[in-house]
Each structure stands twice: as C-alpha cells, then as structure tokens.
C-alpha cells in the first residue's frame, strides 16, 4: 500500500514556553492534518516561526512573543520545512523530502503529474519523474541501492488530492488554535500560515455541514 502524507519538519523544543507544545524528536517529521492535537498543532507553528526568523533585523519588537513572531510576518514568502512523504509498506521504501524542500513548494507534484520531473530537496536527492503513465519516485538519486516507488499517475494524483484535504484540514485545525493563543497577532498569522503551506487562507474556513 502507497499512502502520501504532508509532512512538516519540526524544530527542537528545548525551553519554548510561549505557547504549549508537543516534545517531538527534532528534525523530525511532523505529519500535517485536521487530525492533530492542540500540543502539536504549538509544535507545528513553532516550527515554522522558527524556521522564518531571521538571526538579526531591524525592527525587531523588544517583547518575547513579538520578537519570535517578527521573522513569520515580515517575510516576503514565508516558509515550512518539509514536503510530502510517501510510503510503500509491501517494500519499506519512503520517499522523504531532502533539506531545502518546503511545504510552500507542494504543487510542483502537478508538473510530474503532467509529464515533467521535479527535485524535492537534497540529502537525501529526493527526485520524481512521469516515465507514461507511471510516476517514478526515486528515494535518493546519490545512490544505487535502487530505492524507488512507481506510483500510477492515476493513483498519485488521488493521493495528491488527499494530502491536499489534510493541509487544508491543518489550516481550519490551526485558525482555532491562533485564536486562543495568539490573538493579538491572530490575522497576520494566519495569513502568513497559508502562505507558507500553499494554501488559500479561504480553506481554513471548515466547510458548512
């Protein structure tokens, strides 16, 4: 079974205590849904400020809340790092996103989908390829020890399609949460979330039952 998963790279946790979060192995990967738990949900959003700080800046607010948000809402284009995970459990090959690879970068799936490739990151060389009507998904192309997943295009394009509902499904768990602890910067967060996830912020908005 092949199954497609969203996958955030998570920060150390070690003495944060902003906002409640998750104790996770850092460097790790966090998978992103509607599903997750207030703790790791902090842990999520953490993650990502951390990842969009910058070591220095002008500007910077002289509070503590203020002063590790100031990277997330400055940014020109925030951030996640991470991508898209995909497992095959009949073979035990997982196909990881590499360093540099962000969540923000995910529709790039599309162009393999309509008959290109596309690099997802290094070390590992994370690297897919449309070969007819099969998608090739090699775990790291700086080795041959042939770990590779071929995926029907048919097939990945529904997988696709579900790690795109559990992003939007995070994006509608993570508005509530922004709420309730940071609603003083709530919108500006908000907006910087979506953007570093690739989402329309229109899909945090859960769906009328």
């Not at 079974?1 to 969203?6: A, L, T």
Request: charged share 20%; hydrophobic share 45%; with cysteine.
């Amino acid at each position: 079974m092949i199954v497609m998963h969203p996958v955030l790279e998570a920060a150390a946790p070690d003495g944060f205590a902003l906002w409640p979060v998750a104790h996770v192995e850092p460097y790790g990967f966090l998978p992103l849904s509607g599903e997750l738990a207030p703790y790791e949900v902090g842990t999520a959003l953490m993650s990502i400020a951390a990842y969009n700080d910058p070591a220095a800046g002008p500007g910077r607010p002289a509070d503590a809340l203020g002063s590790f948000l100031h990277g997330l809402l400055t940014a020109e284009g925030a951030q996640a790092p991470g991508g898209m995970r995909v497992t095959d459990s009949s073979t035990g090959v997982a196909f990881l996103p590499g360093c540099c690879n962000g969540l923000e970068e995910w529709r790039d799936w599309y162009e393999v989908l309509d008959g290109g490739s596309a690099c997802f990151g290094h070390d590992p060389d994370a690297y897919a390829e449309r070969l007819g009507d099969t998608v090739r998904l090699t775990a790291d192309t700086g080795r041959s020890d042939g770990s590779v997943i071929d995926v029907p295009v048919s097939e990945l394009r529904r997988l696709l399609e579900g790690a795109e509902r559990d992003l939007a499904g995070f994006l509608a768990l993570a508005d509530g949460w922004i709420s309730r602890y940071l609603p003083g910067h709530a919108e500006p967060v908000k907006s910087a979330l979506a953007h570093a996830l690739g989402v329309p912020a229109s899909a945090a908005v859960p769906p009328r039952p």
